[in-house]
């Protein structure tokens, strides 16, 4: 009974659309590939014979298979045994695993209308299925009954993770309550699921109703003329013909801001941004999450807890909402001090401009451009042609992967893909023992999901002999044919990043595929992808990758040396942003179940924020709550911290290998053997200080933010 958990990454943000599609045509199918498992090399998904008409029977007998399974382990006469319940509970379930893994690689990267309409039906039976096995009594008993043993029984220490895996979860989901106290529970996750639909909802049009409309190209002076004219283009698809549009992204900060040079234009966009989900109309979000809230008050004080946050980080790394704010207490005054400096220097640059106006959030961006400019000198147009996609993954990616962990890449060309920009890897061992598959999708298309991320096709597992099958998938621009694809450096650092979590997947060496790889914490999945970051500028690992495409010159220091100067600026008001919101989401989640039901979202925003000293005119919150969209419907409730809480301990775990040499293969060993291959066997926090020798350190964090003098 593996739950699906993809790893998104830090500025991905999943939503549907609510797409017209074709009915499905329902007809099992006696020949349906997805109800075998694959006889194709490492079981990989047969995207060749799969219909789009495979998936709905698919899942509905799926979900059939399972709760058949699961009503057998509950109804069993035999005294409950770790055999006959829990490795019962991991073998339920394969055909609807199956059935999810095909499902989402197509519906994140490849849908289309049908597949949107089958993941909007399919999407509240797949909860209320899970609901009905985790508030199961009968399992339940039997779970508590050998978690109760677990000091008598003779279990190796992954079996008695899996026992308090399991006790964890049924608990945390409400099976120990009475009957009503569950009746109670089911009616707020249905409610609770139904407004945060209708959050996404609301937020997808509220973004698309609050775009910035504009008269003349002259109010969008500093953009390029491509961008004009693009703008100009959106307007006329949305009915502004003659009228140019600019978009709103989910952040609060708007891209344009960097470089519209009209003060005017700044301020209405940033407007725009700031209340598109406060405009007293259909799209205003304050109700529905004043009771959003509320539902989460009660539900922690159905399942006994004096606030959500204290139920909800239960099963994280930090455990405790103490321990999320004592942490952000320690980055919250280093970031505001850099961030002043960094005021300084834009109010400087402002007077210099003959701007006398005070400084605003709409101004900041703007400004802090042209300080970039001029204090670094880094132009992205002279980096990229050191940037090649193909050399950047095969000598620069999988190159540090050989050094650190001996893994070699062979291409394979046999094996069915989704897509043909879609390429497949096999990974071998140091010893040529073949290992897993690595797939990876890098193109942007209009039917993928923005972001990018890293997601299972196969789930590494010794119970059912099963070896990885990874991939990635990002969003970088194609080139027209013929020429390379190059890439700026933010996207060099996203393909080592998702590689990293790829690593995690690939190294899984865990019997239960519920302890698997990367099903591990929200506050410490992001850890190994952050980490492996650091090899996008180790000097032997860019020297290898970084040649121009045309001449073969391997990149000159000077650029090297701007790239590295570059990347702590203007890290005080990002990492403030970030704060702002973690902070925020904290305070709305710290509500006591006993207080009564906030009133005004705008009131309570503007004192959370007060209260923990982080209310500043000019850096709003990166996420204002009413369209913060992370916890109100995409599960990190009382969870954005866990971002930088995973750079923490990236850094940290980096400073290691600095002190130890940096990258040796036998550097590489110990990560892989302490951190990469444990998956989610053992305490992530014993795990981590068995690695380091320690408690996690910020002090590395802060270094590499910038935030404290240190090196790089
Ligand atoms: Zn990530």
Redesign the pocket.
Known sequence: MKQHLF????F?IVSSCNMPGKAPDNISDATNPLFEESTLPYHTIPFDKIKESDFEPAFEKGMADEMKAVDSIAQNPAAPTFENTLVALEKSGQLLDRVNKAFNALTSANTNDHLQKIQEAMAPQLAAHSDSIYMNTRLYQRVDTIYKKLGQLQLDSESRRLVEYYHQKFVMNGAALPDSGKAQLKKLNAEEATLSTKFSNQLLAAAKAGALVVKSPEELAGLSDAEIQAAGEAAKKANHEGYYLLALINTTQQPALQSLRNRDTRKDLFEASWTRAERGDSNDTRKNILRIAAIRQEKARILGFADYASWKLQDQMAKTPQAVNAFLGKLVPAALAKAAAEATDIKAMKLREKDTSGLAPYDWDFYAEKVRKEKYDLDESAIKPYFVLDSVLKNGVFYAATRLYGITFKERTDLPVYQEDVKVYEVFEQDGTPMALFYCDYFKRDNKNGG???DNFVTQSKLFHTKPVIVNVCNFAKPVKGQPALLSFDDVTTMF??F??ALHGLFASQTYPSLSGTSVARDF??MP??FNEHWALDSTVLKHYARNHKTGEIIPQVLVDKIRNAATFNQGYAMTELLAAAKLDMQWHLLSSRDSAVTDVDAFEQQALQKNGILISYIPPRYRSSYFLHIWANGYSAGYYAYSWAEMLDHDAYAWFTENGGLKRENGQRFRDMILSRGNSEDLAALYKAFRGREPDITPLLQNRGLIPGKK
């Not at 790893?7 to 830090?10: N, S, Y």
């Open positions: 790893v998104f990454c830090i991905l990018a991320w890293m990043h998702e990293g979590h999945v992001e992808s952050q």
